[in-house]
């Protein structure tokens, strides 16, 4: 179970990072492919290296909440990574992110693909996943670069 300024574990492919945030602080872990860092939940703007993706998720609309920050700095691995450790586990409400060329992210109702989905790509931002019919749905993601 997620709890504030605890250490946690998430399953993550490829050289991906995670940073969990709170609304009052940080969380830090290690990853078996890389270390969670502590920064601001305004990961899109420090994201700046070309081959790089991330991905901030919102607990509550308008990018509100707890939120998780995903980066990952290699070419994706395919495969499903579960939300169900973090605070956005069917919570997530609103998204930002920026994708390197040719990354696709589809997020997925339930942990092993099945249900709705819901795809990103390029750069861009969500304050309401009510629109799309996918607020609190979200149990998993998965990268892909097709090509």
Known sequence: MYKRNAAVGLPLLGACFVTLFCVMGAVTATLPAGTIERGSADAIAASTQANESTMVLYEHLEYKGEN?????ESKPKEGKNSLKE??????MSSLKWKLATGVIVVFYEREDGGG???TIWGEGQKKDLFENKFDN???AWAWFKPG
């Open 116 to 118: 709705k989905q819901f």
């Open 68 to 72: 998780i920050s995903i980066r990952c």
């Open 137 to 139: 749905e979200a149990a």
């Open 86 to 91: 973090t605070p956005v586990f069917k919570k």
